[in-house]
């Protein structure tokens, strides 16, 4: 059987559903596919351990679209007509050390550099330098992350302008392991910078990682670890609601599993039922682009682009363990307990650094706990729970490759979990057995398993080094969302700027699509929507 609308879109990860609305919102009828049971791939709430433990299945934080025109200037109506709400969780952080020693970060920034006071006065005045001097310059980081390839000037144009600019030209070239070593002393802050730094998983003595140790940290003391009321879905539930709204379909459990190419041209897809859904104007792809240039003869896509994406670096492996607890998971310190809902443990910086090398390397590495993310959002957003519960997420990078004589993660996954969990413990009492209700481990491969295009367990949609970002990101010559085949866009996190809950991919293939399809998307955007002539 057929099935037409005019943009048929693969795969409804939040970037995709943004794409799709902003498409809608201009008139088109978008129809919209996914794998999976539900919609959101990354932004998704389940109940992973029960009924009424409503958990975060991937993405928890998303500070960083909060920054995106679409939620600043509410573009879309999701905050004032579709409910959607974000707490800022304070305090922002709280990281325990190996001596154990601990910071905690809070919004108040006074009260920040009197934590970071406690072990390095002189490291103060440098945390304060660091957030005044991105301040100052976070516009231009913000105008070039929103803005499509040929849509404006680039970063580099931009910073050659500012006063200082080619200071932070530098900066975003190195890693973020030479920004904190030269700017701080204390190990314990270097630590914690490494903590923060590291969230997105790209290794901290990565080339082109420097600027995250400025934007990832500035961000959080602003706007702290966002996290939407009801669980990451809720971003999930507004864009699907605007969607029927607007005449467009969100369809579930259609596996799509090749493109259909006309005279070279996309102009539909074909799931693995048979079925096929045609476009009369447009397809969208959030497919990682390792499974999409499979979806078509390589010849269609060009030598250029298929080694592209035969050299595209997949990231960082990752894994999440899923607790139901009876009590908050507070720390112990000297002033009391103390809990967050961004928590975590970090090693010394050189057992950061060895992780991320390991993983470059394809060695295993199954050393300690050097970085650890326990995440709580129940603590401010407690409906996500039956009454007096909470529920745990332990977050930690992993090495795909697995330790001699161990033949696969299902069986090693329970002998990490319990090293992490006997490892925040020293820390953490009420995580012990007696507190914990139920509790559930996704390895690297179970997360691939579950969403198939987080290759190797790694959600962030491909490393974010200097050679797998910007203008290299997906391919070379490929990063303004139009793909090879005409007729073919591509958003979603292999796209730039890539992972994380950023909606940015999403908006930035909604205006290179519209300006195609003969709008200003400016004037879309304004609820104009009158079209011109162009195409792809």
């Not at 270097?190 to 901290?204: D, E, R």
């Not at 459990?253 to 539909?268: A, F, H, K, M, P």
């Not at 299902?410 to 995580?431: G, N, S, Y």
């Not at 790694?458 to 007729?487: C, E, L, Q």
Request: aromatic share 8%; net charge negative.
């Amino acid at each position: 059987m057929t099935h037409t609308a005019d943009v048929v879109v693969a795969g409804a990860g939040h970037n995709s559903l943004i794409t799709a609305a902003y498409l809608a919102r201009a008139g088109y009828e978008c129809l919209v596919l996914d794998a999976r049971a539900i919609p959101g791939g990354g932004a998704a709430t389940e109940e992973l351990l029960g009924p009424g433990y409503r958990i975060d299945s991937c993405s928890t934080g998303h500070t960083i679209i909060r920054v995106n025109p679409l939620l600043v200037n509410d573009e879309l109506g999701l905050h004032a007509d579709y409910g959607l709400e974000y707490l800022e969780p304070d305090p922002v952080g709280h990281v325990a050390f190996p001596d154990g020693e601990q910071l905690t970060m809070w919004l108040d920034l006074d009260r920040t550099c009197d934590e970071i006071a406690r072990f390095s006065p002189g490291d103060v005045e440098a945390y304060r330098r660091l957030i005044r001097e991105y301040d100052e310059v976070k516009g231009i980081f913000g105008r070039a992350r929103v803005t499509p390839p040929g849509f404006g000037p680039s970063l580099d144009e931009m910073l050659l302008e500012h006063p200082r600019g080619r200071i932070w030209l530098r900066r975003n070239a190195i890693t973020a392991w030479d920004v904190i070593r030269r700017e701080f002393a204390d190990r314990h802050v270097q630590a914690f910078m490494i903590w923060q730094a590291f969230q997105t998983l790209v290794p901290v003595d990565a080339a082109g990682s420097g600027v995250n140790a400025y934007s990832i940290i500035f961000g959080r003391q602003g706007r702290s670890w966002s996290i939407p009321r009801g669980g990451s879905g809720a971003l999930t539930d507004a864009l699907t609601r605007f969607l029927e709204d607007h005449g467009s379909t969100v369809v579930c459990n259609r596996q799509v599993s090749r493109l259909v190419l006309e005279d070279g041209r996309c102009t539909g897809v074909e799931t693995d039922d048979g079925e096929r859904y045609m476009a009369r104007r447009a397809v969208l792809s959030t497919i990682h682009v390792k499974h999409l240039v499979e979806m078509a003869p390589r010849d269609a896509w060009g030598e250029e682009f298929v080694y592209g994406v035969d050299t595209y670096d997949v990231g960082m492996s990752g894994m999440a363990c899923y607790l139901a607890t009876d009590a908050a998971p507070e720390f112990q310190t000297p002033d009391g307990p103390r809990a967050a809902v961004s928590a975590g443990t970090v090693g010394w910086p050189e057992e950061v650094l060895a992780l991320g090398r390991a993983v470059r390397d394809g060695r295993p590495h199954d050393q300690g706990v050097p970085w650890l993310l326990v995440a709580t959002p129940t603590l401010v957003d407690p409906d996500r729970a039956p009454e007096g519960h909470h529920t745990v997420k332990l977050l930690s990078p992993q090495t795909w490759d697995l330790p001699e004589g161990v033949a696969s993660w299902d069986e090693h996954k329970e002998t990490v979990f319990r090293r992490q969990l006997e490892h925040v413990r020293r820390f953490v009492p009420a995580l012990s057995d007696e507190h914990i209700l139920t509790y559930y481990v996704k390895s690297p491969a179970d997360i691939e398993r579950s969403n198939q295009h987080m290759l190797r367990g790694a959600f962030h949609g491909g490393d974010r080094s200097y050679a797998f970002s910007g203008k290299y990101r997906p391919v070379p010559g490929w990063a303004s969302h139009r793909m090879p085949i005409p007729g073919l866009y591509q958003t979603g996190g292999t796209t730039s700027v890539g992972g994380s809950v950023t909606g940015v991919p999403g908006r930035s293939a909604a205006m290179v699509m519209l300006s195609d399809l003969g709008h200003d998307p400016e004037e879309v955007i304004a609820g104009a929507g009158r079209a011109r002539a162009g195409s792809h």
